[in-house]
């Protein structure tokens, strides 16, 4: 509803207050961080200088050590302090733009004053403790998001509080302007939501503060479930979902929670660029993100983890992948057969493997075996690992005594200079020792220690299991379901044993593998991560899901995806896989939000790319307009590559950025080749993190999660698109498009689109001559 002019007038007489005040204490805070910055560099500047003295005394040198960490204490407190007023910097500087865009009018009871409260990216109180702004995350803003006109009620640290929403009004304010004003009834009224999705670009993701709708709130402000999952169309702001998300808890926790205690896993490192802004935009630090070849990659360090791209890419060049066999090892029920194998493993059944040193056996793989076949048959498998280490490490340091009395260490203490002979005493002083005999013992047993460090490294870091071989023995004795035969079975373990041969290992070995390693071993969990985000989480399996839940014992889970852009799998109901994930991660308060709002794309696009799901019918599109999607028809491959050129020249006429989206590399590599003769062309890679202006040619899986003003499909023909295996991949591709998508097809359009109702598209057809 609009306002007068009047109102107007006023509202903007208290944004100018606002504003004097913040500029006023944004050059205070400019004041501080310049003093700050001072500060810093003297101590930084000492800190060098110290840390050049000289070292030549060896006494002189612990002193300085000591000295140093204090003054390391030092800087790293300074540095700190001015990254924290440098941030205060930037949240008064987005405040000086625009201070708010929310006002709530309540009144608690009609004995009670009438409030007025304004909200916005973050609070400000002014130098009478009033605040002149609540942040959007404070208890209160709740109701800004949540509640329509008349009663309603919100979460506080003390309980639940009811007031009355007497008023709610929205703002667009720039540069200390208002620029738009209304008052509305809805959660937020769609005219500012208008206005905000078609300015949009797409080089970063922005926030959403000023426009969160209400589904979005509840998942924003959920702090209760262990598991919350959401299952959102293309476009419906899940990313965006997780990010305010992330900003919320990080201030509603503030005291217990820190940013990298938070772990996000992304679809790939093009879309980790993609939102890095949003946190920061809010006055947050970001939190730790990783791909999830990243995450593997780590933890099979020396073997080359296959990424789930060339798992995608391989797939598509055979035409036998085994289903079922994938279908079985992805499953809760495989993971659990790990986890119970590992629970009964007898001791005698363990694969050691023998620790070496300089091409020699150091202890011998049967000797470790006796170890383990030496403890109490009930332990559990950690314990046993650990007391097998434990009793390894007091047999190295057995040798070590031993050695260290031999002539050829005497040998070599005799010739030792004096300052490493100083080296080697470390902390000890000549006069700690009781006889000179035992100080020559101590070096000898230092430089042993030294050169045995390989071995006690092995040890620590469970070398001796043969892990590979272990899980190799548990595939051989795997319960299998009817529908997979032996024959299929045992290629499948050759193929994992050829893999590990190469260094290679398929991704669909890397969870149970994991899984296997960590349960044996007692290692590979982290307790300290508190909350783990799964974007895109309809291309992990639910092992995956299962091995990260494992790796992160303590922290609670947000899974958000949609089934329908599933590229490597079938699709499945929001509430059955709200089932399947409850029983699976074995949680008691689990949440399921679906959203089905597209905000991305204008109407027309919406409404094209939710036709070709056969069940798109819950997809709303967001009322903005734009041109209908355009299928462009050409026959033979170079009319098709001229259209293509004709219409990246077209789309740059009025936009930085066109995508050309294809199905898999070759196509893009095929595309790029063309192209980069007559325009400005990049082919993205899987390694890319920022993404250039011009023309970006990619296969969709690297467009996941990513949004671009104008897209070309490349290709939807009937080969390249024959049946509805396909109709994920298309979907997700229409669905990256905000203002305009082009379907570009090399003779006849594939029936997913030929089908469709014909008013959803317009098209461009040159016949064949
Ligand atoms: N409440 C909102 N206010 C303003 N913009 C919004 C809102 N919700 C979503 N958007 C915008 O819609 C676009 C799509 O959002 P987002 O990428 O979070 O969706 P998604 O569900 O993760 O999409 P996909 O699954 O297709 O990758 C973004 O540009 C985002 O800024």
């Known amino acids: 509803m609009a306002t007068s002019a009047q109102e107007q007038q006023q509202e903007q007489q208290r944004v100018d207050q606002v504003v004097a005040q913040v500029k006023q204490r944004a050059q205070q805070t400019d004041d501080l961080l310049a003093k700050a910055h001072r500060e810093t560099d003297v101590i930084q500047k000492n800190y060098g200088d110290n840390n050049s003295v000289n070292t030549f005394e060896v006494d002189d040198r612990i002193e300085t050590n000591a000295e140093l ?35 709530i009018d309540i009144q608690d009871t009609p004995d009670d004053a009438p409030e007025r409260l304004y909200i916005g990216t973050a609070s400000f109180v002014d130098n009478d403790q009033n605040f002149l702004v609540y942040d959007w995350r404070a208890p209160i803003s709740s109701v800004y998001y949540n509640g329509t006109l008349g009663k309603v009620a919100y979460q506080t640290p003390a309980g639940k509080q009811t007031t009355e929403l007497t008023k709610k009004r929205q703002f667009q304010i720039d540069h200390g302007e208002i620029k738009n004003m209304f008052d509305t009834n809805e959660t937020v009224g769609d005219e500012i939501l208008q206005s905000v999705l078609g300015q949009q670009n797409d080089a970063y993701m922005q926030n959403i503060v000023a426009t969160i709708q209400k589904e979005q709130n509840d998942i924003i402000r959920d702090t209760y479930s262990d598991l919350l999952v959401v299952q959102g169309v293309a476009g419906s702001g899940k990313t965006s979902a997780i990010l305010q998300r992330i900003a919320f808890l990080l201030y509603h926790s503030r005291a217990s929670l820190e940013a990298d205690q938070m772990v996000l896993f992304s679809p790939n490192r093009l879309f980790s660029h993609y939102i890095s802004e949003v946190l920061p935009s809010l006055g947050e630090r970001n939190m730790r993100q990783v791909t999830l070849a990243e995450f593997l990659s780590a933890r099979f360090q020396g073997l080359t983890v296959e990424s789930l791209f060339e798992r995608y890419e391989q797939d598509r060049q055979q035409t036998t992948a085994a289903p079922a066999l994938r279908a079985f090892q992805e499953s809760a029920d495989f993971m659990t057969q790990v986890t119970a194998y590992c629970q009964q493993l007898p001791a005698d059944q363990l694969r050691f493997t023998n620790i070496m040193f300089n091409g020699e056996i150091f202890f011998h793989k049967a000797s470790i075996a006796k170890i383990a076949a030496d403890l109490p048959k009930a332990m559990q498998p950690a314990d046993r690992f650990l007391a097998i280490k434990n009793t390894l490490i007091k047999r190295l340091k057995h040798r070590i005594s031993d050695e260290a009395q031999s002539d050829w260490v005497n040998e070599i203490i005799d010739q030792l200079s004096d300052e490493a002979y100083h080296d080697l005493l470390g902390k000890k002083r000549r006069g700690d020792f009781q006889s000179l005999d035992n100080e020559v013992f101590y070096i000898g047993k230092q430089i042993i220690t030294k050169r045995l460090r390989q071995v006690y490294d092995a040890i620590y870091n469970g070398y001796f ?138 109407k027309q696009i919406t409404n094209f790319a939710k036709a070709l799901l056969p069940d798109g019918d819950q997809i709303q599109a967001f009322t903005r307009e734009g041109d209908l999607p355009k299928v462009m028809i050409r026959y033979g491959h170079e009319a098709a590559l001229n259209g293509l050129l004709s219409e990246v020249n077209h789309q740059l006429e009025s936009t930085h950025t066109v995508a050309v989206l294809t199905k898999d590399l070759a196509e893009s590599r095929a595309v790029y080749q063309f192209l980069k003769h007559h325009t400005v062309a990049t082919l993205m890679a899987d390694s890319d993190r920022t993404m250039p202006l011009g023309v970006i040619v990619m296969p969709i899986y690297l467009a996941k999660g990513l949004e671009f003003d104008a897209v070309i499909a490349y290709d939807v023909s009937a080969t390249n698109y024959a049946d509805e295996a396909d109709t994920g991949i298309l979907y997700t591709i229409a669905s990256r498009a905000m203002h305009h998508l082009t379907l570009l097809s090399i003779g006849d359009a594939s029936p997913l689109i030929t089908h469709l109702d014909p008013t959803l598209f317009t098209i461009d057809h040159r016949v064949r001559v």
Request: aromatic share 10%; charged share 25%; hydrophobic share 40%.
């Open 465 to 602: 299991l043969d892990t590979y071989e272990q899980y190799n023995d548990f595939l051989a004795q795997v319960k299998r379901p009817q529908n997979i035969d032996p024959t299929a079975w045992q290629t499948r373990m050759q193929a994992f044993r050829t893999g590990i041969e190469y260094h290679r290992i398929a991704l669909i070995d890397c969870a149970p593998l994991l899984l296997l390693r960590d349960i044996l071993t007692g290692s590979g969990q982290n307790r300290r991560m508190q909350y783990i985000f799964v974007d895109e989480m309809q291309d992990y399996s639910l092992a995956q899901l299962l091995y990260i839940k494992h790796a992160f014992p303590l922290a609670k889970f947000t899974l958000l995806g949609d089934s329908e852009q599933a590229l490597f799998k079938g699709i499945e109901r929001p509430q059955q896989l709200l089932e399947r994930l409850r029983d699976a991660f074995a949680v008691r308060r689990a949440n399921l939000i679906t959203l089905n709002k597209s905000y991305r794309s204008t």
């Open 69 to 103: 960490q204090q003054q390391k204490q030092m800087v790293e407190r300074a540095v700190e302090s001015e990254a924290i007023l440098n941030r205060q910097v930037g949240v008064l500087k987005d405040l000086g733009n625009s201070p708010y865009f929310g006002r």
